[in-house]
């Protein structure tokens, strides 16, 4: 039956591994700031087209799942310290795209958020199922190689730039309502894929003997 289904072994070294390649990922470095401020640039371009080609070049850096899921990690093996910095990392992250695109937005040429063809208007349960398959995925993309390269494709599904810029953009104009719906997208996606990764982090048994040493 091998050539239906052929098992493959996943070692301690191997999750250790994968566990320090997923904490170099989420690391608040430069290049991780980079990161989120060329994301939030593409998100706000891509508004300001209203430009789903664009948006999606936001969606593919994604650095902000990064953070979440090592958040979902440092949540499974029960490490404060973890927890405490990933979600640190992630709402500096986000204030700091929030505030940059504000910024730029207003050095732009006067544009609205039409949505003819991006919407915010969130929708619960739909927005939560998808994160939390996304979250599932991209979590097991870090600690299988071979699904890896998957990861792009993760970053399209679940929005989390966007909404994140769109509320900024809506806050700066006293957009209340789009403010909200946004808001509650990006909250959403941040629980979904957290929750995802935490059961899958739980099926591998990912445990704190995986950790790095500090």
């Known amino acids: 039956m091998g050539f239906i289904f052929e098992s493959r072994p996943f070692s301690e070294e191997n999750k250790r591994v994968a566990v320090a390649d997923l904490l170099e990922a989420a690391r608040p470095d430069r290049d991780f700031y980079l990161l989120v401020v060329g994301a939030a640039l593409f998100a706000l371009f891509g508004i ?4 789903i080609p664009v948006l999606i070049g936001a969606m593919i850096v994604a650095p902000l799942a990064a953070p979440i899921l090592a958040l979902g990690l440092g949540v499974i093996v029960g490490r404060a310290r973890l927890i405490v910095r990933s979600a640190a990392t992630l709402g500096v992250a986000a204030l700091a795209a929030g505030v940059i695109t ?3 937005a207003y050095l732009l040429p006067p544009f609205t958020i039409n949505g003819t063809f991006i919407s915010f208007v969130a929708n619960p349960l739909y927005d939560l199922a998808i994160a939390f398959i996304a979250g599932a995925i991209a979590a097991y993309g870090h600690v299988r190689v071979k699904v890896g390269g998957s ?3 993760i970053g399209i599904a679940v929005s989390l730039m966007p909404p994140l810029v769109a509320a900024a953009l809506a806050l700066g104009r006293m957009n209340f309502p789009l403010f909200n719906e946004a808001l509650v997208i990006f909250l959403l996606n941040i629980l979904g894929i957290l929750c995802g990764s935490v059961v899958v982090f739980f ?6 003997k995986h950790l790095p040493s500090d």
């Open 48 to 51: 300001a087209l209203d430009s």
């Open 102 to 104: 504000a910024l730029v």
């Open 151 to 153: 990861l792009t494709g």
């Open 203 to 208: 099926l591998f048994g990912i445990t704190s």
